[in-house]
């Protein structure tokens, strides 16, 4: 069976038995997928949901008019919906990507400039960023990024946490935090040392440059790259292949690898503290509004 949920204005097609596109199947209350399982996935607005053979959850990030930026509520289930995948019996492995032509764009900036100085906001903003990471680490199922474009702040979080990411090779990233001035510290510091090394993610998380698809690769930042139009085809070729294999052995595994990353989990506490002290200060607002009105930042701290 395949569905979809999310808004439906963006429903995207489900692929049928013999290869070709078929219109994708709302979940209604009375739908066969409720009445197999208790995860509600039609309660989620920012994500679409669609169902491929052994037991592969396809999930769209589906805000392509933003290019898929988040707003409060997009950021919340973009850290919910991993426990979604794990209660769901019907899951055996998940790929994330992105509508349109962005995976995501990090943070809406009118919510952003919002959450300046204010206590609250801020605190709400670190447990959301908190949670993202933690609960794609403690995901029993493995879980594959497609990085079809741009990925920013929690977008680029799930990209590299994601226990298998595969990039377009025309793809471009940054971390970016410092090009707004506030610390790397909503997943960068627990992964970026992981994947390509202390010299690299010191260079590439200090410098904010861009990064395209092969680089990211060939420093290890991600697992593969493959020309854009066959990124889909790829990333659902390797679920399908884990969503075949030994279930038990694949999920023991990616459970025994991330103790790697948990043994760093102080380290990230550390920098997601550092960076939600930054939203107190001048540097981050200087940043957000260049950002808004796409100029250079003139950072205050930098003129004293």
Not at 42 to 55: A, I, Q
Not at 105 to 130: P, Q, V
Not at 199 to 206: D, E, M, P, Q, S
């Amino acid at each position: 069976m395949r569905w979809c949920s999310g808004r439906s204005s963006r429903r995207l097609p489900a692929r049928s038995d013999a290869g070709s596109f078929a219109p994708a199947i709302g979940v209604s209350p009375a739908g066969a997928a409720k009445g197999r399982n208790d995860v509600d996935f039609d309660s989620y607005e920012g994500l679409v949901f669609e169902r491929h053979p052994d037991g592969v959850l396809l999930i769209t990030i589906n805000r392509p008019e933003k290019y898929n930026a988040t707003d409060e509520r997009l950021h919340r289930e973009l850290g919910r919906v991993w426990k979604d995948v794990d209660d769901d019996p019907m899951t055996r492995v998940a790929v994330i990507t992105g509508a349109g032509k962005a995976f995501c764009a990090g943070g809406d900036i009118d919510m952003e400039l919002k959450t300046l100085g204010n206590a609250d906001r801020i605190a709400h903003t670190m447990e959301d960023a908190r949670e993202l990471v933690l609960n794609v680490l403690n995901c029993n199922k493995p879980i594959i990024s497609a990085i079809n474009g741009v990925a920013v702040g929690a977008g680029l979080a799930v990209a590299l946490l994601a226990d298998i990411s595969i990039i377009g090779k025309e793809v471009r990233f940054t971390d970016g935090h410092l090009r707004i001035g506030v610390a790397a510290g909503d997943h960068a510091c627990i992964i970026w040392p992981l994947l390509c090394g202390m010299a690299k993610a010191k260079y590439y998380l200090l410098t904010a440059d861009f990064i395209d698809g092969p680089e990211a690769e060939r420093i290890g930042l991600v697992s593969k790259c493959v020309p854009l139009d066959k990124l889909m085809e790829e990333a659902l070729g390797v679920a399908g292949r884990l969503g075949a294999g030994p279930q038990p052995a694949v999920r023991w595994t990616k459970r025994a690898l991330n103790h790697w990353v948990r043994q760093a989990q102080p380290i990230f506490e550390a920098s997601l503290g550092l960076e939600m002290i930054n939203f107190f200060g001048s540097d981050a607002r200087e940043g957000f509004e260049a950002l808004s009105e796409k100029r250079t930042a003139e950072f205050p701290s930098s003129k004293a």
